[in-house]
């Protein structure tokens, strides 16, 4: 079983991964394989913000099994020029799972 893996500490979130989805599946308006959600910014306690951005893939997303079929990546990882997402077999990428702020999605 494949899966993404996010490690939304250093996302920049420039939307390329949405755009990059929504084109490659032809998705119309409203319509998202992968939404970028943004927390804050609110502080949290003095001197301390908190402002991220998470990538989150919908019900959508199929992990991109054409491309992958082909032997390409997902057009989300391909396009993320921060190259903070990382696709391949769930029991491979849990192992790499070793600091805070990173998300396993298995759709
Ligand atoms: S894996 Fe493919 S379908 Fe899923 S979010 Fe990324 S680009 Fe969209
Ligand atoms: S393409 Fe990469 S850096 Fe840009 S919003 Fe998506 S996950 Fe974040």
């Given at each position: 079983?494949?899966?993404?893996?996010?490690?939304?500490?250093?996302?920049?979130?420039?939307h390329?991964c949405e755009m990059a989805c929504k084109v490659e599946h032809g998705f119309g308006e409203?319509q998202w394989g992968i939404e970028?959600?943004?927390?804050?910014?609110?502080?949290?306690?003095?001197?301390?913000?908190?402002?991220?951005?998470?990538?989150?893939?919908?019900?959508l997303?199929?992990?991109?099994?054409?491309?992958?079929?082909?032997?390409?990546?997902?057009t989300c990882?391909?396009?993320?020029?921060?190259?903070?997402?990382?696709?391949?077999?769930?029991?491979?990428?849990?192992?790499?799972?070793?600091?805070?702020?990173?998300?396993?999605?298995?759709?």
């Amino acid at each position: 079983m494949n899966g993404l893996l996010i490690d939304y500490e250093f996302c920049t979130g420039c939307h390329s991964c949405e755009m990059a989805c929504k084109v490659e599946h032809g998705f119309g308006e409203g319509q998202w394989g992968i939404e970028l959600k943004q927390l804050g910014p609110r502080e949290i306690s003095s001197r301390k913000w908190e402002y991220k951005f998470v990538p989150v893939p919908t019900e959508l997303c199929d992990l991109c099994a054409d491309r992958v079929a082909e032997g390409r990546w997902p057009t989300c990882v391909h396009h993320c020029q921060a190259q903070v997402m990382e696709f391949g077999p769930v029991e491979d990428l849990v192992k790499t799972m070793d600091k805070e702020k990173m998300v396993l999605f298995v759709p």
